[in-house]
């Protein structure tokens, strides 16, 4: 009688305990990254950080802030939400007195007859220096806010 036969593979044992192991911290790594660290707010980028995160919340007014004078004149504008989207910095270049911000934006739709689609468009957004920080003076349309959208009613 062969007595190994009887006995589990070790090797088999350890192979999924090691595939278990990774499974496990993959999942703490995405449950506990959290949000991004906010930038510094006098810094082009910090300015695109904080007022993509506004529109991405809904408020405008907080995002109207960052916005210099005439940038939310946008009375043709119809905006169609911004559902589910996530803006990521690809480069900054500041020249004296102006700056531009590349990001990429992710839109995620739902629907279709596949399920769920997402596409990525490359946006610029352009700064100018005002009293020592930065106002955002051209906005990809996809944060696109109205600041004077009730001002016609």
């Not at 939400?81 to 803006?87: A, D, E, F, P």
């Not at 739709?109 to 930065?134: C, I, T």
């Amino acid at each position: 009688m062969d007595k190994g036969r009887n006995k589990p593979d070790r090797t088999l044992l350890v192979i999924l305990g090691v595939v278990g192991a990774l499974v496990v911290v993959a999942l703490a790594v995405v449950f506990t990254r959290g949000e991004p660290p906010l930038l510094d707010e006098s810094t082009p980028q910090g300015v695109v950080q904080r007022y993509a995160a506004a529109v991405i919340e809904g408020d405008e007014e907080a995002a109207s802030a960052y916005l210099a004078d005439g940038a939310g004149d946008c009375d043709a504008f119809e905006g169609t939400g911004i559902g589910n989207l996530r803006v990521t910095l690809v480069s900054a270049t500041e020249r004296g007195d102006t700056a531009d911000v590349r990001v990429v934006v992710t839109v995620a739709q739902d629907g279709g007859p596949f399920g769920a689609s997402e596409y990525d468009s490359e946006g610029n957004f352009d700064l100018v220096r005002d009293n020592g920080g930065w106002l955002i003076e051209g906005v990809p349309w996809e944060l696109t806010i109205c600041a004077n959208q009730g001002a016609t009613k």
